[in-house]
């Protein structure tokens, strides 16, 4: 039983706007979750894109946006490009000095 | 430079041993806290446990997946880290990945990871 959602895939065409979420199967997605985001393409090493919710990482591209929508935690990426087709995995501190990923989405670019 | 390798992955069979390390350059280990995280092939990525520094008494946490069965230590004196896992499964066959908490929650740098295979 995964706790934390994603949705497992995601579509946009370039230079479109898409939101991937991140939820709870029980309860509500807040800043206290901390959420992180982090980008995956196959074989390689994830890359963080955003942290503490809204916080864009060092060299990240300011297309890319943290927020939180409604009960979820989201991860906005305004003007996609080509090269952002990649898996993207939400973070959340759960307390107790633990986290959980979700389980990923899958972004297609076309 | 990258900023954390990992090695030790490799072979072994069900209900045994193996014991990763995690070497860092590059920035102060010494006052960073460190996690391990794993992944599963075509699968997600799942957190396992992190340390704490010296200051918080190199206090460890875990997943309840690995919980009595994984243990998370360091050698401030050598930048390592480590990862010994226990009574291994198959389904603990992944590629295993240590990462620095750069805090705030942000795991800023990753090592590029080591598989362990739990097959017989």
């Known amino acids: 039983q995964t706790v934390v959602t994603q949705g497992p895939s995601s579509s946009v065409s370039p230079g479109g706007t898409v939101t991937l979420t991140c939820g709870l199967r029980?309860?509500?997605?807040?800043?206290?979750?901390?959420a992180s985001w982090y980008q995956q393409t196959p074989g390689q090493t994830p890359r963080t894109l955003i942290y503490?919710?809204?916080t864009r990482s060092s060299g990240v591209p300011d297309r890319f946006s943290g927020s939180i929508l409604g009960n979820k935690a989201a991860l906005t990426i305004t003007g996609a490009q080509a090269e952002d087709e990649s898996d993207y995995y939400c973070?959340?501190?759960?307390?107790?000095?633990?986290?959980?990923f979700g389980g990923g989405t899958k972004l297609t670019v076309l | 430079e990258v900023p954390l390798v990992e090695s030790g992955g490799g072979l072994v069979q069900p209900g045994g041993s193996l014991k990763l390390s995690c070497a860092a350059s590059?920035?102060?280990?010494?006052?960073?806290?460190l996690h391990w995280v794993r992944q599963a092939s075509g699968k997600g990525l799942e957190w396992l446990g992190r340390?704490?520094?010296?200051?918080?008494?190199?206090?460890?946490h875990y997943a309840a997946s690995v919980q009595g069965r994984f243990t998370i230590s360091r050698d401030d004196s050598t930048n390592t880290a480590y990862l010994q896992m226990n009574s291994l499964k198959t389904e603990d066959t992944a590629v295993y990945y240590c990462?620095?908490?750069?805090?705030?929650?942000?795991?800023?740098?990753w090592g590029h990871g080591a598989l362990v295979t739990v097959s017989s």
């Open positions: 029980s309860g509500s997605v807040s800043t206290s979750y901390f």
């Open positions: 503490n919710t809204d």
């Open positions: 340390i704490r520094n010296k200051d918080y008494h190199y206090a460890t």
């Open positions: 973070l959340l501190y759960m307390g107790s000095d633990t986290w959980m």
């Open positions: 990462t620095r908490d750069g805090g705030n929650h942000q795991f800023d740098y």
């Open positions: 590059g920035f102060i280990f010494s006052g960073s806290y």
